[in-house]
């Protein structure tokens, strides 16, 4: 019996096995969209653990913003104006209690004796420029202050670090942009953007108590008194207040805020899709939804739309929908264009599905898999074939399509700038014909270690990280080359500085190149490929 049991164990686990390689198979597919590939399919199977050190990876969701020091502030009447306008928001909205207000000597001692954990951290603020990259004129172009948590000092009632759940958030990544473009540029759809309001402080803080000090000079009127000269003296030492809201900066305000945007887009028919986080689709309504922490764009039916918008707008403050433009740093332009039918003019004709090979048997029949390797053969050559007969003969018939243009010319603009302002380069140097951006290698093999060390190693990595981002989400012809030299930065030769001058001058002189896309079929006529 054992050994029965044993030999049933080793049936079922296979099957098992099976079953789970078909669904990643299965799940693991790619819809051609323009001249780029977008992952649309995941995994079928839900995971049930979320590991630390995933076995996959993502990419980075990374933005850069030019900061304005606080004394830069005080002489720039727009930059004092943001940060005072949003400390009145948060005021507004409630973020912390001020009238809690006790001294944080008395808090740790009452948590001491109770044994109630606390922590304690303080609130700063900021000021960055949004799209610094622009003129000045650019109404896009603006200073934003933002009061945020110092998440790197928290510490407990005895004055230890603190220690969080480190649950850690999931935004959308650049993959679920591009899928969402797609996706609205169907015929008959269309895509729209908005952003969340003050996003983390629509929710309310949970976990450990947390107090936290005001700046000196944001302390509110109560906490002061005034003698008879008429000025104004603090009444308290250390003075803290209950925060109540998941300001930014808290370690765990973006998985709150994560979760309180899911429950509600649940609440109102969105669904998740497995294994993509911060991706919704609405079944009834036709409509795809990413979450960019405060950034929500939203693809569909252009008939769908507002109601999209307004089961969204139940649960999460927004500013209003507008037509896509510009998402996390990058413009998108939907445009027209008149194509052949079924065209791709930069990689040659799109070809049609090759023929279906045998299907697999059901169970209980036979499988010939000699016979199925040579209908899959045929079907290879066949789509070969085919391949080969559109490129060579493109359909005089012609259609009329939209077009995604990612322009992120602006933005490489001034990755030239700053390479300029940091390497000394001058104009001339920069206008050297660069045809490509790789620097030919006279010996495919030599030892770097031999060679002098480079100028620009104490910059490098601010350079090459500003073009790596915009490599990443519409110039794939840079990725290969920041990845190369990113590797070099701790070992930085003289030839890694004529590689990454090499770099920047082909960026200098293509700076017009950008990447575009299109739909150009009807939905029921789209295929994964």
């Not at 928001?89 to 001491?112: C, G, H, M, Q």
């Not at 670090?161 to 990544?173: C, H, Q, R």
Request: hydrophobic share 35%; proline share 6%.
């Amino acid at each position: 019996q054992s050994t029965t049991l044993v030999e049933a164990g080793r049936v079922l686990l296979m099957e098992m096995t099976k079953q789970s390689v078909r669904k990643i198979m299965d799940g693991n597919t790619t819809k051609r969209v323009g001249h780029h590939n977008s992952l649309i399919g995941s995994p079928s199977f839900v995971q049930t653990h979320r590991d630390r050190i995933p076995d996959q990876s993502y990419p980075f969701n990374l933005l850069v913003a030019e900061p304005v020091t606080r004394a830069q502030r005080a002489k720039i009447p727009k930059a004092q104006a943001a940060c005072d306008e949003e400390w009145t928001k948060l005021i507004k909205r409630e973020t912390w209690d001020p009238y809690s207000v006790k001294e944080w000597n008395f808090v740790a001692t009452r948590s001491r004796q109770t044994g109630v954990k606390v922590h304690v951290a303080k609130i700063f603020e900021i000021c960055v420029v949004q799209g610094a990259e622009l003129e000045d004129t650019d109404p896009r172009k603006k200073y934003t202050g933002r009061a945020v948590l110092d998440g790197s000092w928290v510490k407990d009632e005895n004055y230890d670090v603190a220690l969080f759940n480190e649950m850690g958030s999931s935004p959308a990544n650049m993959q679920a942009g591009k899928v969402v473009d797609a996706y609205g540029l169907q015929d008959g759809y269309d895509i729209q953007q908005a952003d969340a309001e003050a996003a983390y402080t629509q929710c309310e803080l949970k976990g450990t108590e947390t107090w936290v000090r005001l700046p000196d000079d944001r302390w509110p009127d109560e906490w002061y008194t005034i003698d008879r000269n008429g000025n104004k003296h603090g009444k308290y030492k250390d003075p803290v207040c209950r925060l109540r809201k998941a300001l930014y900066g808290h370690p765990d305000a973006g998985t709150y805020w994560e979760m309180h945007a899911e429950k509600h887009l649940k609440s109102v028919g969105f669904t998740t899709i497995p294994d993509w986080r911060s991706c919704f689709v609405h079944p009834a309504l036709k409509l795809y939804l990413i979450v960019y922490v405060d950034d929500f764009k939203l693809a569909g039916p252009t008939k769908n739309l507002q109601e999209g918008w307004k089961l969204i707008r139940k649960g999460i403050q927004t500013g209003d929908p507008e037509p896509v433009n510009r998402y996390l740093g990058c413009e998108h332009i939907v445009t027209e264009a008149t194509i052949p039918v079924g065209s791709n003019p930069p990689h040659g004709d799109i070809p049609k599905p090759p023929p279906k090979s045998k299907p697999i048997p059901k169970n209980g029949e036979e499988v010939d898999y000699a016979k199925l390797a040579q209908a899959r053969e045929a079907s290879e050559k066949a789509r070969r074939k085919i391949d080969y007969q559109r490129t060579d003969h493109p359909s005089a018939k012609r259609t009329k399509v939209k077009v995604m243009i990612y322009d992120m010319r602006s933005f490489f603009e001034s990755c030239v700038k700053v390479y300029m302002d940091l390497s000394g380069a001058t104009t001339n140097q920069i206008n050297k014909t660069a045809p490509t951006p790789f620097l030919t290698d006279k010996v495919k093999e030599y030892d770097d270690s031999q060679e002098p060390a480079g100028v620009l190693q104490p910059k490098a990595s601010k350079i090459i990280m500003k073009v790596l981002y915009g490599a990443r989400m519409a110039r794939y012809d840079l990725l290969h080359v920041c990845q190369a030299l990113a590797c070099k930065v701790t070992k930085w030769t003289k030839t890694c500085d004529q590689r990454l001058h090499r770099l920047m001058a082909y960026i200098h002189q293509s700076i017009d190149l950008t990447m575009y896309g299109w739909i150009g079929d009807q939905a029921q006529d789209l295929r994964l490929w």
